[in-house]
C-alpha cells in the first residue's frame, strides 16, 4: 500500500498537473469575497431598496365626480305584505345587490371576511354570528343600519338605494342565521317610521360640472343686476 508523502514546501508545478489541490486555497477566498458582499448589502439595504420616484398623488378634490343626469320621480310603494314572507325572486334579487354592494367587505358567505374589510378596525360584521350587533338583528333595526349606516364601525349608509332593494339586501342576509320573526307591529312601525307604503320621493341629478356652471351662471347674473 502506498503512503501519500507529507510535503514541506508546495510544489506549485505539481499543483498545475492536479488542479483539484487548488480548491483549498481558493474556497477561503471565496468565503471571505462573500462575507465583504453579504456585510456591505446588510449595511446599504436601505439605500438598495429606496425608491427615488416620488408616488403620483392625485387630488381627489380636484376630480370632479362623474354623476350621470337623471330625472326625479317617486319609486314604487314598498308591498309591506312581502316583508314576512319574501319569495325566491326577492332573496335572489338580494343576493345580487349583496354581491355587487356588501361582498367586498362581508365576503361571500357573508362571514366579514371581504378583502375590502381586512383593514378595517372593527371587522365587518359576520352575518352568521348574532351577537353584539349595534342596532340589533330584527329586521327594522337592519333597515336602519343599512338607512343610516354606522359611522364609528365603517359601516357606509345605502340610503341612495331604493327601499325595496334594501329589504331584498336584508332577506338575503337573514337566510345565513335563524334571524328574530318579524311581527306585524314591528312592520307597521318600520312604515310609519320610513313612510315605505307610501312610495319615496327621488329629486332630480346633474353631472357636478353641470351644477357648477349653473352656480357660476347664477352668480355671474345676480352681480349683473346688482351693478345695473
Known amino acids: 500500500m502506498s503512503k501519500k508523502r507529507i510535503e514541506s514546501e508546495i510544489e506549485f508545478k505539481n499543483l498545475l498537473k492536479n488542479p483539484l489541490r487548488l480548491f483549498g486555497w481558493i474556497y477561503p477566498y471565496l468565503f471571505l469575497i462573500f462575507l465583504v458582499i453579504g456585510i456591505f448589502y446588510v449595511k446599504n439595504m436601505d439605500n438598495v431598496s429606496l425608491n427615488t420616484l ?18 326625479g320621480g317617486i319609486l314604487p310603494a314598498v308591498d309591506l305584505t312581502k316583508i314576512k314572507s319574501p319569495g325566491e325572486e326577492i332573496i335572489s334579487k338580494g343576493k345580487e345587490l349583496y354581491n355587487a354592494n356588501c361582498l367586498s367587505c362581508h365576503g361571500a358567505e357573508g362571514k366579514g371576511d371581504g378583502t375590502a374589510g381586512a383593514v378595517l378596525n372593527p371587522k365587518p360584521r359576520n352575518f352568521h354570528t348574532l351577537e353584539g350587533w349595534t342596532n340589533g338583528t330584527e329586521f327594522g333595526q337592519l333597515y336602519k343600519t343599512l338607512q343610516e349606516g354606522i359611522i364609528k364601525n365603517g359601516m357606509a349608509a345605502y340610503e341612495y338605494l331604493a327601499p325595496s332593494d334594501r329589504i331584498a339586501i336584508i ?13 306585524d307591529e314591528e312592520i307597521s312601525t318600520l312604515d310609519q317610521q320610513y313612510n315605505l307604503s307610501a312610495g319615496t320621493q327621488v329629486p332630480n341629478q346633474i353631472p357636478v360640472s353641470l351644477a357648477i356652471d349653473k352656480l357660476i351662471n347664477e352668480y355671474k347674473s345676480e352681480q349683473s343686476e346688482k351693478q345695473n
Open 54 to 71: 416620488s408616488p403620483v398623488i392625485t387630488d381627489s378634490l380636484a376630480v370632479p365626480a362623474k354623476i350621470e343626469m337623471k330625472k
Open 171 to 183: 332577506q338575503y342576509i337573514r337566510t345565513f342565521a335563524e334571524y328574530p320573526e318579524i311581527g
